[in-house]
């Protein structure tokens, strides 16, 4: 019976490793959407007065380039030359990449 207890606990313990490894795996690690945008006004601030900004909270799976990405999307209020802009922008989730970034 001693035996048997034994291979039950082992059992359990490796089940858990296993379960806990491919959780560790599979969880992805992305940017907070502030930081994103943070990374945003950093590549948009040479060029724009920033005026006001955006971002949605969560993850979006897109196509650019024929490439997979996963960003966030938000967007920018503007200034250049005198004039506000609306610009619309996506990020890479994971670099903090701009991805995107179009006048509406």
Request: net charge positive.
């Amino acid at each position: 019976m001693r035996t048997r207890d034994v291979l039950v606990g082992a059992l359990i313990g490796a089940s858990a490793a296993a379960i806990s490894t491919a959780s560790i795996a599979s969880r992805q690690t992305y940017l907070s959407p502030e930081k994103a945008l943070k990374a945003v006004k950093g590549s948009v601030k040479p060029v724009y007065t920033i005026k006001g900004s955006w971002i949605h909270m969560k993850t979006d799976s897109v196509q650019k380039y024929n490439l997979p990405f996963t960003v966030y999307s938000g967007g920018l209020t503007c200034e250049k030359d005198g004039q506000l802009l609306q610009l619309d922008f996506m990020v890479d989730a994971e670099t903090g990449t701009l991805v995107d970034l179009q006048s509406q």
